[in-house]
């Protein structure tokens, strides 16, 4: 299996830890669009976990439309998961960083400018 390389954690649910391994597998290119990935039963015998909290998380990813299943073969990238998953990770940086970055930067009184020149030189 050459995709899904995650230690679990306790920091969150393993099923959005599967979840998320897989959508960061998609935006990587280990796992490209129309591609199977793998089965319920295989990531529960990879990560040592009941396959039905492997399947939670992988319906997450049907439920959401990045993944589609394909009867008596499995599920599949969908067309289009890769951009859909970019813009969903660029809408939650702009709500968990940037605004709280802004509100920070309005309370200590920097200004438009000297905020910009500081992301220059972070980047």
Request: aromatic share 6%; proline share 2%; with cysteine.
């Amino acid at each position: 299996m050459r995709c899904l390389n995650l230690n679990l954690t306790e920091e969150k649910s393993i099923y959005l830890q599967i979840s998320e391994t897989i959508e960061d597998d998609i935006l990587r290119d280990i796992l490209l669009e129309e591609e199977r990935v793998p089965s319920t039963n295989e990531l529960a015998k990879l990560y040592g976990i009941n396959p039905a909290t492997a399947a939670k998380g992988v319906n997450l990813l049907v439920d959401k439309g990045i993944l589609y299943k394909k009867r008596g073969i499995g599920m599949f990238v969908q067309t289009g998961a890769k951009m859909q998953i970019v813009a969903q990770r660029k809408s939650e940086f702009y709500e968990a960083f940037v605004t709280r970055l802004v509100a920070e930067a309005k309370s200590l009184a920097i200004s438009e400018q000297e905020l910009i020149d500081m992301i220059h030189k972070a980047l």
